[in-house]
């Protein structure tokens, strides 16, 4: 986690018998995103209005997860789901006047609305400062928050860094927008925001903050903002604006590229020592520049290069050897800082990003992953998405058995063709007799029959790998009408209760193993979302004379060719369940039957439409597993 400093001064002053009232600057907090359709129609007259008062609005922006792809989103993830969260935000666009939700769309906002609520008074005055640094790499914050009368309540001054202005030379969503404004890009200390406590009538308190600027597009555009909230009742007291002040002497001069084969990368080793290239976008040329990267945001060190490169030379670069502290998914940021030509401004686009899952720890296989906590990936585990923003996600809305969230995977945004895996951690199995792999998943397909476009074909696939992700073998496919569990749709997919599958892989082809990787790999036919919930991975509990389930389990003939003949005792009526599973775990044929009675029974198995083999045989009563080796010897 990024270190942000915060130094707290508290000044209390004597009461005011005379209690002044000011104007209420107006906070207007809009959620947006970049592949919005309606955002893009309703911001460029809402930009406009902005831009209009500034000297009475404090606005901030939010780009958030959905509909579809936005980077900057990515780049502020943490502090975006808390607002959102905070105002159970329905959808976008959406917008907040002073904390409370305005109910018509975004660009019938008006300056009479405006006027309005800045003429609502407030004992409240903020003042707010800020700078960077020499090297501007960092900003430097002051708040002085004064009441003039007594406050109470659980008040939260909340401080902002934005973005004034980013500008793209191509849309970076799908909705066509290319400009952005007062993009919220770092929340201090955090989205919580600081508890000031109750104010006496007169009472100042003053508050210094200091922040690492990161992921700006243009560090001539830091702004900051502040406001103090009531947290209950969401009343915005007073807001204040800090727009951009300084002209940083800089500029574009130098961009690192990831080649595909390094950009994403799947090791057994605990380091890796990257490699990267560093070209020259500079009218000079370049002698020496500074890499700064990052581990997991946390500053691993600064590389000096040095050299001799002309105008649109590249030179590749091995850095240090970087050791990773915890098995599983990681990612590493490089950014050039400075050229001999000067400060790069372009913090995005000077660096670039790279992904590595480390699974240098065997653990015990046995797992439940219910995805309620906001980590993503889950510790120990690994991720392998298209770029950043397209592939597995959390998605904090619906789970299921009544869960509140899981994982997604937005097939209508991933490239036709394309496959993301989400990688549970390296398991070495013990000699259990049976280990099951349970998951629950929703999926529909597309379907715009009026278009002409039939129902899509996405596909979950379930792949193991036995030596650090060289080979494969896959033991789930499934696709289109197969994966589904609800009618296609055209609409954005977000499940129902009812509309979840449970799902059982049988793993017992890999006892002994010292290193099993399981992917879950989903491949786009360019549809619908798929949704994944508690992910279970657990010895079955089996017995070959257990007293609530089954006992004097056999099959003949073995080999056979046509028909399997299972005897078995049931110890009391019920449902059994017979699952013929291949050698590598893969499911082949599932047949259920009902017995009303206890005691000897016998069922006859169709396998004449099995090629010739080894297979294994899983009966279940209840939760009460058997197992058994066969062959098939089709003449």
């Known amino acids: 986690m990024q270190k942000i400093t915060i130094f707290f001064l508290v000044f209390y002053s004597t009461t005011f018998s005379v209690q002044a009232q000011y104007k209420r600057r107006v906070l207007l907090e809009e959620f947006t995103q970049a592949s919005c359709v309606p955002c893009a129609e309703n911001n460029p007259v809402f930009n406009a209005l902005l831009l209009s008062t500034a000297s009475i609005v404090t606005p901030i922006k939010y780009q958030t997860p959905w509909p579809g792809s936005d980077p900057m989103y990515f780049q502020t993830a943490e502090d975006v789901n808390h607002r959102i969260n905070y105002y159970n935000v329905p959808g976008v666009p959406d917008l907040l006047e002073n904390g409370k939700r305005y109910p018509q769309a975004v660009a019938a906002y008006t300056q009479e609305r405006i006027n309005n609520a800045y003429n609502k008074t407030t004992p409240v005055t903020i003042s707010l400062t800020h700078r960077l640094n020499a090297k501007f790499d960092s900003v430097f914050i002051e708040i002085a928050v004064k009441s003039e009368s007594a406050l109470t309540g659980d008040l939260r001054l909340h401080i902002a860094v934005t973005e004034a202005n980013i500008s793209f030379s191509a849309a970076p969503g799908s909705n066509g927008e290319t400009s952005f404004y007062s993009v919220m890009r770092k929340m201090l200390p955090d989205a919580n925001g600081i508890a000031t406590g109750s104010f006496l009538a007169g009472e100042k308190k003053t508050y210094r903050l200091k922040w690492a600027v990161k992921n700006f597009y243009n560090l001539n555009q830091v702004e900051t903002i502040a406001w103090l909230q009531h947290r209950q009742t969401k009343e915005v007291w007073q807001s204040a604006r800090s727009q951009p002040n300084v002209l940083v002497p800089g500029g574009n001069f130098a961009k690192i590229i990831l080649s595909s084969t390094s950009a994403q990368q799947l090791t057994c080793e605990r380091s890796i020592a990257p490699m990267l290239i560093l070209k020259n976008l500079g009218s000079e040329k370049m002698t020496h520049a500074s890499i700064l990267y990052t581990v997991d945001n946390k500053l691993a060190n600064i590389f000096k290069w040095t050299g001799d490169l002309n105008t649109n030379a590249s030179v590749t670069i091995q850095l240090p050897t970087i050791n990773f502290e915890t098995s599983g998914y990681h990612v590493i940021k490089f950014n050039v800082q400075e050229t001999n030509q000067g400060v790069v401004i372009n913090q995005v686009e000077s660096g670039e990003t790279m992904t590595v899952n480390a699974f240098f720890e065997s653990v015990s296989p046995a797992l439940t992953a219910d995805f309620e906590s906001d980590e993503f990936p889950l510790k120990g585990w690994g991720l392998k998405n298209e770029r950043t923003g397209i592939g597995w996600s959390l998605f904090q809305k619906a789970g299921a058995l009544g869960s509140s969230q899981s994982v997604l995977q937005n097939f209508y945004d991933l490239p036709f063709g394309r496959s993301v895996d989400l990688i549970l951690p390296q398991a070495g199995f013990n000699t259990q007799s049976v280990w099951m792999l349970s998951f629950d998943h929703s999926y529909v397909q597309y379907e715009d029959l009026p278009n002409g476009i039939a129902p899509t074909n996405d596909r979950l696939r379930i792949d193991v790998s036995v030596n650090c992700g060289n080979t494969w073998a896959t033991i789930f496919d499934k696709s289109g009408m197969s994966l589904r569990t609800a009618p296609a749709q055209t ?10 599958e449970h799902n059982e892989v049988f793993l017992d082809a890999y006892k002994g193993q010292t290193q099993v990787l399981i992917r879950f790999r989903a491949t786009s036919d360019y549809g619908n979302n798929l949704y994944l919930d508690n ?78 083999g080894n297979y294994w045989l899983l009966v279940r009563s209840g939760n009460n597993y058997l197992q058994k080796q066969f062959a098939i010897r089709q003449y």
């Open 491 to 500: 609409a954005i997919f977000q499940p129902e209760s009812n509309q979840w």
């Open 535 to 612: 992910v279970q991975l657990q010895p079955d509990i089996s017995s070959t004379d257990d007293e609530n389930g089954i006992k004097k389990f056999s099959i003949t003939p073995n080999p056979a060719n046509d028909i399997l003949h299972v005897t078995f005792a049931l110890t009391q009526p019920a449902e059994t369940i017979f699952q013929i599973y291949n050698t590598i775990g893969q499911l082949q044929t599932t047949t259920s039957a009902s017995f009303s009675e206890e005691g000897n029974r016998h069922f006859a198995l169709n396998i004449s439409s099995l090629p010739s």
